[in-house]
């Protein structure tokens, strides 16, 4: 099975800046790659599919890298709406499976 | 709009046996796959499952396998989620999600809350 693993669990950042969050699979998993952001108390909202596109609806800030193993996610400005927990998701081969998440927070 | 509707909370007894809805509206239903993902209490997103409503083709994730049973009757347009016998470990909420093979889970429905406590 592919194991996703994110990085960092937790990151504090303050509005305006430039925030990556990484995505490593266990194996390549091509570009079969999703970014779901989830509010407390809320279901998950896709954000990038395939890697690196941007999913419509979804702010131009936010943007998505890689293939194969490693990909990133970008937020170009951090805003207020955007402290949140990331997910990165894997579609390639069954079973699917998501990342850890990472905890976005304020400084 | 494209909505997936769930089934409400559920507070059952451990041993007990539940089946929980996930209805699809405003899309072609049988054409896509429907996804569950389990979130326990402070925790992250687990990929259960999946299903193929036209054929009912289905997979689920090891960890899921013989605890949990998916279903759909696309009749009406729905997907379920069963267990026969259920443990505390089972509180948690459920997310079912439309799932493409191109863009991954793009629409998800509001979740299932399920609590098992005697």
């Known amino acids: 099975d592919i194991q996703m693993t994110q990085s960092p669990s937790t990151l504090s950042a303050s509005v305006g800046d430039r925030v990556t969050i990484t995505c490593r699979a266990s194996q390549d998993i091509s570009n079969w790659l999703a970014w779901y952001q989830q509010k407390p108390g809320k279901a998950p909202k896709l954000l990038i599919y395939?890697?690196?596109s941007l999913q419509s609806g979804v702010p131009s800030r936010f943007s998505g890298s890689g293939s194969g193993t490693e990909f990133t996610l970008i937020i170009s400005s951090l805003q207020p709406d955007d402290f949140a927990t990331y997910y990165c998701?894997?579609?390639?081969?069954?079973?699917?499976?998501f990342g850890q998440g990472t905890k976005l927070e304020i400084k | 709009e494209v909505q997936l509707v769930q089934s409400g909370a559920e507070v059952k007894k451990p041993g007990e046996s539940l089946k929980i809805s996930c209805k699809g509206s405003?899309?072609?239903?049988?054409?896509?796959?429907i996804g569950w993902v389990r979130q326990m209490p402070g925790k992250g997103l687990e990929w259960m499952g999946i299903?193929?409503?036209?054929?009912?083709?289905?997979r689920y994730s090891p960890s899921f396998q013989g605890q949990v049973s998916i279903s759909v009757d696309k009749s009406v347009s729905t997907a379920y989620l069963q267990w026969s016998s259920l443990k505390a470990s089972d509180t948690a909420m459920y997310y079912c999600a439309r799932h493409t093979v191109r863009d991954g889970m793009d629409v998800w429905g509001k979740g299932t809350t399920v609590t098992v406590s005697s």
């Open positions: 299903i193929y409503p036209r054929d009912s083709e289905t």
């Open positions: 395939k890697a690196s």
């Open positions: 405003e899309y072609s239903f049988s054409t896509y796959w």
């Open positions: 998701h894997h579609y390639s081969t069954y079973p699917y499976s």
